[in-house]
């Protein structure tokens, strides 16, 4: 690769490309991007580490030509720039195909995979390893809030990544993490996703099965254990693990966990637990982060962690110091006593446990929960009595329209007047509002001190994020001038 001065990477604002994008500058290549359109977090990234970001698509980007092009996975034929560079014969690869060639080769690999939970705890993993002092590298799909950034290029042994099941590019449709043949794994469940690539649930445990089966004998598989939650979901990670060649260590609640965590303390600003190994006192961990799924997060990290020789007082040391990852449950605003949350919500069971979360952290308030159905799963009705139920969690449920629907066939989107019918049969009042300006006009003015809002959105959601809060702040200006013209008057 070192023959190649130029790459300039399509799709550029993904989080994955952007990371491999500040990677390749940091190793002296020049580096260009485009994208359609480019919105926080990834585009201020972008910005940061001075990458020229073209939008939108067009031959002209490709100009001068050169030496390689990363096609990103959501880029399909019919792109301008993909179909310049096919026409032209440029030299073009997959984003995965990159990161193993230039920057895995030699390094110990741990992948963290799964359908739930991979940002957080590769997040958790990295920071373990980095305040152990053993300089990893690491590629994360978000922005790891210790780090200030999605990726890092250590001097030490390992490379941290998350694995992510989705597919490779148009010219590779099997799953981006079979390419990074991982000496250990981190799997957090087995979920049906990604409604546009996957058929089935079978085809989903296939990818799985795949990956499972690359770990070499002298590395590791550490799973979650649901033997105590959904009899379907632990099945499906069982399957999976039968292909496992290396030792599985399986982390929950269960009583047969070889990590087994106890004693879990959800508190108003700190989560707290016990950690028995194979039914022996390991450790006790805790951190300020909110939600029962983080504590299986982290106790996975913790856990591979220890397999790879850091002490456990070293782990509970920077777990407690961990702070989060940008888009997960992040904090948005306070403005007048409401809180305002951003989540990266994509499926039904990340919905429910971000809503069940915020209910542990702030209990007693009034909880909104706002989604715009946007991910490729979210958008498709294979999962809409589940997405009832996860709404539900909340108190007020508004829900806009389904971004792009033209681009799913009728038969299989998402029936919005249908799903606002069974969640109203948990006793839950929803609103279907087409677009972030209708819903700010609407909700805004009803909202009082102490609620809690949750914007669930994988997307931009037309920049709800910032007018939300701005129009929260010209509401309460309006009433105190209101109530200063009043007082004026009485007297």
């Not at 030792?247 to 950690?275: H, M």
């Not at 109203?424 to 819903?439: C, K, P, S, T």
Request: hydrophobic share 45%; with cysteine; net charge negative.
């Amino acid at each position: 690769m070192n023959d190649k001065k130029h790459i300039h990477l399509i799709g550029i604002c993904g989080t994955a490309m952007a990371s491999l994008a500040g990677m390749l500058k940091q190793r002296g290549f020049r580096v260009t991007g485009s994208d359609a359109a480019a919105y926080p977090p990834m585009s201020d990234f972008l910005m940061e580490l001075d990458i020229s970001v073209a939008q939108p698509f067009a031959a002209r980007n490709l100009e001068p030509v050169p030496d390689l092009v990363v096609v990103g996975n959501a880029i399909s034929r019919g792109n301008v720039e993909l179909e310049q560079l096919l026409d032209q014969r440029i030299r073009f690869c997959s984003l995965p195909q990159l990161l193993h060639d230039e920057f895995l080769r030699g390094k110990e690999v741990l992948v963290v995979a799964g359908t739930h939970g991979k940002t957080t705890t590769t997040s958790m993993l990295a920071w373990i390893f980095h305040t152990a002092g053993l300089q990893p590298s690491f590629l994360i799909g978000g922005i790891a809030e210790n780090f200030g950034s999605s990726f890092h290029l250590g001097q030490g042994k390992h490379f941290i990544l998350e694995g992510d099941e989705y597919d490779t590019a148009f010219f590779d449709k099997g799953p981006k993490f079979l390419h990074y043949f991982p000496d250990s794994v981190i799997l957090t469940s087995v979920e049906f996703d990604h409604a546009d690539i996957y058929k089935d649930l079978d085809a989903v445990e296939t990818a799985f099965k795949r990956l499972v089966n690359l770990v070499p004998r002298r590395g590791r598989i550490v799973a979650f254990d649901g033997a105590t939650g959904e009899a379907a979901e632990n099945a499906s990670l069982e399957r999976c693990l039968s292909k496992s060649f290396c030792p599985v260590e399986r982390y929950g609640a269960g009583a047969g966990s070889y990590w087994q965590i106890t004693n879990l303390r959800l508190e108003p600003s700190r989560t707290s637990w016990s950690v028995l190994q194979h039914g022996r006192p390991w450790a006790e961990l805790e951190f300020p982060l909110a939600g029962e799924y983080n504590v299986w997060n982290a106790s996975a990290a913790a856990a591979l962690a220890a397999n790879c020789g850091i002490p456990k007082e070293e782990i509970a040391a920077a777990l407690k110091t961990f702070k989060s990852v940008k888009r997960r449950l992040e904090v948005k605003a306070e403005v007048n006593g409401i809180t305002i949350i951003d989540d990266f919500a994509h499926h039904p069971t990340a919905i429910a446990a971000t809503l069940k979360a915020l209910r542990a952290r702030y209990a007693g308030s009034r909880l909104w929960a706002i989604l715009e159905p946007r991910s490729n799963t979210l958008r498709r009705r294979l999962l809409q009595s589940d997405l009832a139920c996860s709404l539900a969690l909340a108190d007020e449920v508004v829900v806009a329209a389904v971004f792009r629907s033209e681009t799913i066939p009728e038969t299989e989107r998402l029936e919005l007047p249908v799903l606002a019918a069974e969640v109203e049969q948990h006793g839950r009042r929803v609103r279907l509002i087409d677009d972030a300006d209708g819903i700010i006009a609407a909700i805004a003015p009803e909202m009082r001190s102490g609620d809690v809002v949750a914007i669930l959105s994988n997307g931009g959601f037309g920049d709800i994020y910032e007018k939300l809060p701005a129009r929260l702040r010209q509401l309460a200006a309006e009433r105190s001038n209101q109530n200063t013209a009043n007082a004026a008057g009485r007297s």
